[in-house]
């Protein structure tokens, strides 16, 4: 991992600063944590829930439907959105970053910065580690305090994952913005409909501009829509990739996808946001 990205790190122990020392990470305090072998540190305390965190068949799964670049025109409609932020010069942290597959498209539109992936799943985390040379990977909780310095980011990305309006304003340095990317009602609506998946509540918006405002300002929104066109591996991994996963068992999956027509047509349908944090701490 960059030392440069460890100086972005606090304890999750004590909150001091963190650095880097041969293949571990320390604080003053004498709390010390291992590189993984696979390049990510695990910051979580012993006694944390995980029970959110994707399982490494879900990982697995959204890291052949991503390269597959299905999402590829969302991903670029992000770092478009990314760069649009105009953020003073500074790190990328992205909480509920997955397999840091667009934190890495974010990294190529903006060469000149660094970025920190965060997730509940060491199996994301391990993944996200080696998305770009650019990228370091934590484990850690977005609904606990972040092992991450105050105003450590100029740019925090949250797609399809959990989001504490606190915590981002927190770690984001004034100025800073957050790209918070949403599915709308429509998203992958051809499978919801046919395989029963979990529902998006139409609500969704107006619950998450409750949740960040107080913290950070809306600054824009835009819907980003692409059509897609999905086999039957690809319907699977669309499945076994998202929240639907934690409720639907593998084999009856199996059987409903191929009861499917192939290709299956149908949209991703996403709200990008832009949110602001005002100079005001
Ligand atoms: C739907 S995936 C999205 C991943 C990635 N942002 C993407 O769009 O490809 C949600 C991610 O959030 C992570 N996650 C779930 N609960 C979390 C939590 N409490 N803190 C941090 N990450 C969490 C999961 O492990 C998973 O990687
Ligand atoms: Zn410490």
């Known amino acids: 991992m960059l030392a440069e990205i460890v100086a972005l790190l606090a304890c999750p122990h004590c909150g001091r600063a963190l650095r880097l020392e041969g293949r571990t990470v320390r604080c003053q305090d004498r709390h010390v944590f291992d590189v993984a072998r696979q390049g990510y540190v695990n910051l979580l305390p012993g006694d944390a829930r995980t029970s959110t965190a994707d399982t490494a068949a879900m990982v697995a799964a959204r890291g052949t439907f991503l390269d597959a670049r299905h999402f590829a025109p969302m991903s670029a409609a992000v770092a478009d959105a990314a760069a649009a ?68 980011a100029t740019l925090a990305l949250s797609i399809f994952a959990p989001r504490d309006g606190g915590e981002l304003a927190r770690v984001l340095a004034p100025g800073g913005a957050a790209v918070v990317v949403t599915p709308t009602p429509d998203h992958l609506r051809e499978l919801v409909d046919a395989l029963g998946l979990l529902t998006v509540d139409e609500d969704k918006p107006r619950r998450l501009a409750r949740a960040l405002e107080g913290h950070l300002t ?64």
């Open 85 to 152: 932020a105009l953020t003073p010069p500074g790190a990328v942290l992205d909480v509920g970053a997955g397999t840091g597959h667009h934190l890495a498209a974010v990294l190529d539109a903006l060469p000149e910065r660094v970025g920190l992936a965060v997730d509940l799943s060491r199996y994301a985390a391990r993944r996200a580690a080696r998305a770009h040379p650019r990228i370091g990977a934590i484990v850690a909780d977005a609904w606990s305090r972040l092992p991450v310095r105050d105003g450590a």
């Open 218 to 281: 809306l600054e824009a929104a835009d819907v980003h829509r692409h059509p897609l066109t999905l086999d039957h591996a690809a319907v699977e991994a669309a499945v076994t990739m998202g929240p639907s996963a934690h409720h639907v068992d593998a084999a009856h999956l199996r059987d409903r996808v191929a009861a499917l027509p192939s290709p299956v047509r149908t949209v991703a349908d996403v709200r990008i946001a832009r949110y602001r944090r005002g100079a005001r701490t």
